[in-house]
């Protein structure tokens, strides 16, 4: 039996009530040394070895907060409904993201709006059982949207991005979302230049010209527990 993408057996201890609440001040800490200019991985070692944080704790805590100057740039260029009918996907980083939440594993709510996973694949990847309803879910959504064309870029150096393509465009053809599946050496540049992108990667959100929030819609329609270690 396949193992739930994204899970980790030490994730209840990680994540208890009382894990939370230090997590939440450990954040508070490094916020406000990023905000007065430290770095952010100088800051989290500092803060997080104070606060005795695990591995995975400081990682939930990272890929959380942000910059209030970062912040409000993000909010600036976030959308609401989508400009000219099509969309620009970050497809690896959406679909394991909609396969965390079908497995009911850990995802974050994190200061910028973003739902983030802590899945951590590096760069392998394998379809699992969740993967198809993943996929469905994501064109859905995308038809709800009013999108006419999806864009869904794939990264060609992380395994099975073949297999992935051909599931993505079976599916697709059952939608009136008309998909374009391209496997490309440098998905995160690609995407740089464009508008009404989907992704919760911090460098592309800094650099594309606008985004929209598909996984908020998607947990609106299958609500799972997020966790929040900030505030």
């Given at each position: 039996?396949?193992?739930?993408?994204?899970?980790?057996?030490?994730?209840?201890?990680?994540?208890?009530?009382?894990?939370?609440?230090?997590m939440?001040?450990?954040?508070?800490?490094?916020?406000?040394?990023?905000?007065?200019?430290?770095?952010?991985?100088?800051?989290?070692?500092?803060?997080?070895?104070?606060?005795?944080?695990?591995?995975?704790?400081?990682?939930?805590?990272?890929?959380?907060?942000?910059?209030?100057?970062?912040l409000?740039?993000?909010?600036?260029?976030?959308?609401?409904?989508?400009?000219?009918?099509?969309?620009?996907?970050?497809?690896?980083?959406?679909?394991?993201?909609?396969?965390?939440?079908?497995?009911d594993?850990?995802?974050?709510?994190?200061?910028?709006?973003?739902?983030?996973?802590?899945?951590?694949?590096?760069?392998?990847?394998?379809?699992?059982?969740?993967?198809?309803?993943?996929?469905?879910?994501?064109?859905e959504?995308?038809?709800?949207?009013?999108?006419?064309?999806?864009?869904?870029?794939?990264?060609?150096?992380?395994?099975n991005?073949?297999?992935?393509?051909?599931?993505?465009?079976?599916?697709?053809?059952?939608?009136r979302?008309r998909?374009?599946?391209?496997?490309?050496?440098?998905?995160?540049?690609?995407?740089?230049?464009?508008?009404?992108?989907?992704?919760?990667?911090?460098i592309?959100?800094?650099?594309?010209?606008?985004?929209?929030n598909l996984?908020?819609?998607?947990?609106?329609?299958?609500?799972?527990?997020?966790?929040?270690?900030?505030?």
């Amino acid at each position: 039996m396949d193992a739930k993408r994204g899970f980790v057996p030490e994730d209840a201890r990680n994540f208890s009530p009382q894990a939370l609440e230090t997590m939440r001040q450990a954040s508070r800490h490094i916020c406000y040394l990023i905000d007065e200019g430290y770095d952010l991985k100088s800051a989290s070692t500092f803060v997080g070895n104070h606060f005795m944080l695990s591995e995975r704790q400081r990682l939930a805590v990272v890929r959380s907060i942000d910059p209030k100057e970062v912040l409000e740039a993000r909010k600036t260029k976030e959308l609401e409904t989508v400009a000219g009918g099509e969309v620009w996907i970050d497809g690896f980083n959406t679909i394991i993201t909609l396969e965390v939440l079908l497995s009911d594993s850990v995802l974050l709510t994190c200061m910028d709006g973003t739902i983030r996973d802590l899945a951590s694949l590096r760069g392998t990847y394998r379809i699992i059982p969740e993967t198809e309803q993943a996929v469905r879910m994501l064109f859905e959504t995308l038809q709800e949207m009013n999108v006419e064309t999806a864009h869904i870029l794939l990264d060609e150096p992380v395994s099975n991005s073949g297999r992935l393509k051909t599931l993505i465009a079976e599916i697709g053809e059952e939608y009136r979302v008309r998909p374009d599946i391209r496997i490309l050496r440098d998905v995160d540049r690609a995407l740089w230049d464009c508008a009404n992108v989907i992704t919760s990667d911090s460098i592309i959100l800094d650099h594309c010209i606008s985004w929209v929030n598909l996984m908020k819609r998607c947990l609106e329609k299958h609500p799972i527990k997020t966790y929040q270690v900030w505030g």
